[in-house]
């Protein structure tokens, strides 16, 4: 099949012509990214981010026959992107929370097309560490390598190392399954949105205990950046914050099989209004479903929408 002919088939939900059209021209958006930002990690980023925006505004195609020029466009756009954010990060680039985004949030550009199932029916097949890694740097507010790094307890260069393997894994796994039935990843990510939600809302009401019963294993542990404990350390820590008035509002959930991440805006008390960070990120490993432990991350910046 031509271009015209895949791009109007993947446009039409065929989403085995969308990957051969995206594993086709891969080549010239990896020219395209290394002439603008040099070969490495950047360029490699910028072909992914352009990748997920080809998955989702594949339907905005209006002609078939140019869909390589259009996805050199979009490389391009997402070099851009990323040479801005050099210039005005010279040093410290948690000051990104400055620079709005003008593009749309990639993770809800796939919530409105099938292709998300694909997505994360692929992201399935990763392991957890490789998984969790491009959970954060694509689909979450926690973007940077150093943030990735802080919240998965590992050295920068072991995130750069995991994002290349995984981003070359994905590849392959979404060619591999164009065919197969996708879970239906909206609904689970609804149940683990309402569990966290449950979760606030029983510490607020004085019954998180029996909240943690019914989704945490009994073993299951808590860490954060000063240390670790148990599910009775998690319960101490989320009693402190509503007695010192802070709450929280569940922004974004993003939920596999047995990695979940959900990022909190919080709010501290009027008469305190530094009370705490304004915004936190549990990471969860589940088995079978619940909890067997609980990361909890405070980024450098506020968990709002990804930088395209």
């Known amino acids: 099949m031509d271009d015209s002919e895949l791009v109007r088939a993947a446009q039409s939900g065929a989403i085995g012509a969308l990957g051969t059209l995206l594993t086709r021209h891969r080549p010239g958006m990896t020219a395209v990214a290394v002439s603008v930002l040099g070969a490495g990690p950047d360029a490699e980023d910028a072909v992914q981010d352009a990748t997920t925006t080809a998955l989702a505004r594949i339907g905005d195609v209006r002609d078939p026959a140019a869909i390589g020029p259009w996805l050199r466009q979009v490389v391009r756009n997402a070099c851009r992107t990323q040479l801005r954010t050099r210039r005005a990060l010279p040093l410290d680039d948690h000051l990104y929370d400055a620079l709005p985004s003008t593009e749309p949030d990639p993770a809800v550009l796939l919530e409105q097309h099938a292709n998300r199932d694909w997505v994360w029916r692929a992201l399935e097949d990763l392991s957890p560490p490789l998984r969790l890694v491009m959970m954060l740097r694509h689909f979450s507010g926690v973007t940077t390598y150093e943030d990735i790094a802080t919240a998965c307890g590992v050295p920068v260069g072991t995130v750069r190392s995991r994002l290349a393997k995984a981003r070359g894994q994905l590849s392959a796994r979404l060619l591999a399954t164009a065919d197969d039935p996708y879970g239906d990843v909206a609904a689970q990510t609804a149940v683990r949105r309402r569990e966290v939600e449950e979760v606030l809302d029983g510490a607020a009401r004085g019954t998180l205990n029996d909240v943690l019963a019914a989704y945490w294993r009994p073993d299951a542990k808590y860490s954060w950046s000063g240390g670790g404990g148990d599910t009775t350390s998690f319960l101490r820590a989320m009693y402190q914050d509503i007695e010192d008035g802070v709450r929280g509002r569940v922004t974004n959930v993003l939920s596999s099989r047995d990695v979940a991440v ?38 450098r910046r506020s968990a709002q929408a990804v930088p395209a």
């Open 262 to 299: 959900c990022e909190i805006d919080l709010t501290s008390p009027p008469e305190d209004p530094f009370h705490c960070p304004p915004a936190v990120v549990w990471i969860q490993h589940l088995q079978a479903g619940r909890t067997s432990s609980l990361h909890l991350f405070h980024p």
